[in-house]
């Protein structure tokens, strides 16, 4: 089935025109990144050059994507936009809220019984408002978004940070807050800084027991965690043409653990056989008709260096596999090194769980990847030693596969655990026996994440992230320092065999099947259709708007807490059990900036409360502070707000009372979110004057009545000695996003205007 196909041949009708517009402005070839963007312009043709980097810039995206968690606040907010149904393709996905614990049949039902309030509610506000919804069961957001949605050259924004899969057939597919969704869903242009570029040029091709994750895997270790801030990765070259098109999406996918606004790759042949595969044939046949168009003009690709800001080589003959963590995604060790690395760092090798699946590596091509190796060992007569869990990417993927006999090979092993079609683990949605006892441990996985306490909770659990082929052979030895390349297994028998390499099937020979997609069609006319929320419930609450700015400096601000080093939306708004609240900004405001480690303490959710000396825990402080009418501050290092696109990092703060959050470096999507809900997001101007601030200090901001892009604040510190210091502040608010911070929220601002 093809969605949206009227809307994807409009878009492709004016795509030449458009583009050669661009080509024409811009003097010079262009990016496959440059054409979407300046095909996706709010106000048509392009008139002006963006500066990268500098240049915020309205866009029209074509769709919009939201998983069950953060579309719960979404959709409160687009409630009280005025609207009467969402301008462009949207849908919500059901797959957060599922906990991994027996296996799918039961979990599944469990979480349908634990969350029917949320379910109904998601549910009849899609059926009210022409939005898509996928029901529990039917499959990962981003796996769904690829086989039924996802086209070349089109642009999308979700509210997940993983959104970014997409790029994956072509897209480019970003990652926002829910308040930038409703922005797209009230018909209204969507601002983004216009992204730097970084080309990745790939050569060879993979072999053995290297993989599609290998390539992102050593990509987050040439540039870290923030080496991708504010650009789009756009991979090319032979090396790129040879990887299938499941295979670029787990590639774009991981790109959010680099901060990259998206990645993506130019049309191909593997999109082509994807599509045709998932039953869009009409969009293989319309994106035929501007082929070139839909990938970077032959001369960018031919002189990377002249036309990116940024090139990375690598080649795909001599990659190698690659295990990186733990706690942070872009320490990347490769395999062959890994005895020596955990011998070095004190790395447990003992592995009890290893975990296959998420929205990156749950496709029909890696399951046969993984499951040709656990095939083989049973063949040879090798036990696992670790208990092997899957997560299916959608309903599509594990009935294929059922049929196909992959599930059944899994279940050689007595220890594999089937999933739900759904995140689980991977975003700490995962009941592992033992996790409360918090012993020290390794655990493998092919999911994305790996920040401390993200899986199961438990600080001292080691994440590697690896491939679905490292994982399988990994679960096999039960030794994280395994190398299937070079080292031997014992079988039953007592004699040393080696596993073969890893084979798999990019799509199904037979096609893929699916008995029951878990889609509802959203009604024709919702307008009769009534969304009650009681205003009783503990998971849902309507949203009150937040107060317009009064015009005056911020002054006798307190500190609420200073932050020391990794502070991710995971520090600042826990997933795991907190997930249910998503949907009641107060109750899950308890878990605010609870995992943020006190820079005067070394301790997490204990700071000084100074109204009455007393220690306490974040969010009952903050409290405090707003019910004496009092104003806080949040102080962060590096890239704070590292992670998940989830707003309640930035609204949860403003519900509290803080008023500024004040770092040396943002994530982006964490910027933007904090911009959304009316607060002010500042950087030290000089990094240095993070280590002035003290834990009984008081804040004024004196010149905020000149608050004006361009143009640096001043905060005034007072010190408990009676000393001051005044320190300069960075911003990188526009003329419209200071109107969202005086109007409060952005929101603020569509409700008044949709009056």
């Known amino acids: 089935m093809v969605f949206d196909i009227e809307m994807i041949k409009q878009l492709y009708s004016l795509y030449p025109q458009k583009i050669e517009a661009a080509r024409k402005l811009l003097q010079k070839p262009l990016t496959l990144s440059e054409k979407i963007l300046y095909t996706h312009l709010w106000d048509g043709e392009a008139k002006e050059i963006y500066e990268r980097g500098a240049s915020y810039v309205d866009f029209a995206p074509d769709r919009v994507a939201m998983q069950d968690a953060t579309a719960q606040m979404a959709l409160l907010q687009f409630m009280q936009a005025g609207k009467q149904k969402a ?17 799918a049949d039961k979990d599944l039902q469990e979480a349908i019984n634990k969350n029917n309030e949320v379910y109904n509610f998601l549910s009849s506000v899609c059926n009210k408002y022409g939005i898509g919804f996928w029901k529990p069961g039917a499959g990962i957001i981003h796996q769904v978004v690829l086989e039924n949605y996802a086209f070349p050259g089109g642009m999308m924004i979700g509210t997940d940070s993983h959104t970014v899969n997409a790029g994956g057939l072509g897209m480019v597919a970003i990652g926002v807050g829910g308040a930038d969704a409703v922005d797209v869903m009230a018909g209204m242009p969507w601002e983004l ?14 072999n053995g027991w290297t993989s599609p994750k290998d390539v992102i895997l050593k990509v987050a270790g040439i540039l870290t965690v923030k080496g991708g801030t504010g650009c789009i990765v756009e991979y090319f070259g032979d090396g790129a043409k040879s990887i299938s098109c499941t295979g670029k999406g787990t590639i774009c996918n991981m790109g959010a653990e680099i901060g990259a606004t998206t990645s993506t790759f130019g049309y191909d042949d593997s999109m082509r056989r994807y599509l045709s595969a998932t039953d869009r044939q009409d969009v293989v046949d319309a994106a035929d008709q501007i082929a070139t168009d839909l990938t970077g003009d032959e001369e960018v690709y031919q002189n990377p260096e002249k036309y990116f800001d940024q090139v990375i080589e690598i080649n795909l003959d001599t990659l190698t596999p690659h295990l990186n963590g733990p706690f942070t995604p872009d320490l990347a060790t490769p395999v062959a090194e890994m005895k020596d690395a955990a011998a070095k760092n004190n790395w447990p090798t ?25 095939d083989d060992a049973v063949n040879k007569g090798v036990k696992p030693k670790a208990i092997l869990g899957i997560n299916p990417g959608s309903e599509q993927v594990r009935y294929t596969a059922e049929r196909d006999g992959l599930i059944d090979t899994f279940k050689k092993f007595e220890s594999a655990k089937i999933f739900t079609n759904a995140c689980g683990p991977c975003i700490g949605q995962w009941d592992r026996p033992g996790a409360d006892k918090q012993e020290v441990n390794s655990i493998v996985h092919s999911f994305n994440r790996n ?26 030895s039960g030794k994280l320092d395994f190398n299937p390349i070079v080292d031997p297994l014992t079988n039953e028998n007592g004699d040393n065999v080696y596993l073969d390499e890893p084979v798999g099937v990019e799509l199904p020979e037979l096609g893929f099947d699916v008995k029951d997609n878990g889609y509802q069609e959203p009604a024709n006319d919702g307008s009769s259709i009534v969304v009650e929320v009681n205003p009783s419930s503990e998971r849902l609450q309507l949203l009150t708007p937040f107060a317009a ?11 609420l807490i200073k932050a020391q080093g990794k502070c991710t939306t995971d520090h600042i708004s826990m997933a795991g059990p907190w997930l249910r609240y998503r949907g009641h900004l107060d109750n899950i405001s308890n878990n605010c900036l609870i995992g943020a480690i006190n820079a005067y303490s070394g301790e997490a959710n204990e700071v000084v409360n100074q109204l009455t000396g007393d220690k306490g825990e974040v969010p009952a402080t903050a409290r405090a502070y707003k019910a004496a009418g009092i104003p806080s501050i949040v102080v962060g290092d590096h ?40 607060m002010l997001g500042l950087t030290f ?33 007072l010190h408990q000695d009676g000393s001051s210091d005044q320190i ?25 205007n949709t009056k």
């Open 639 to 678: 890239n704070y707000g590292e992670g998940s696109s989830r707003e309640h990092a930035a609204m949860e703060p403003r519900h509290l009372g803080v008023a500024a959050v004040i770092v040396k470096s943002f994530a982006r999507i964490h910027e933007t979110n904090l911009k959304k809900q009316g």
């Open 193 to 206: 800084k216009f992204p730097k570029l970084i080309g990745v040029k790939l050569t060879g091709k993979m």
């Open 728 to 752: 300069k502040l960075n911003h990188t608010y526009n003329a419209q996003q200071i109107e969202w911070f005086k109007a409060g929220s952005a929101l603020n601002l569509i409700r008044a």
């Open 451 to 476: 920040f401390r306490k993200r899986a199961d909770g438990n600080p001292n659990t080691m994440a590697f992230v690896t491939s679905p082929e490292m994982v399988a052979a990994i679960a096999i």
């Open 87 to 103: 301008a462009v393709p949207s849908t919500v996905h059901a797959d957060h809220l599922i906990q991994a614990r027996i296996g």
């Open 549 to 559: 700015w009064d015009g005056a400096n911020i002054t006798g601000a307190k500190l």
């Open 350 to 374: 003992d592995i009890e769980w290893a975990l296959i699946g998420s929205c990156t590596n749950s496709s029909y091509e890696d399951l046969t990847r993984a499951a040709s190796i656990v």
């Open 685 to 717: 101007a000089n990094e240095n004057d993070y280590d002035l601030i003290k834990e009984e200090d008081t804040f004024n901001f004196i010149d905020l009545d000149a608050f004006a892009p361009k143009k640096q604040l001043t905060l005034e510190v």
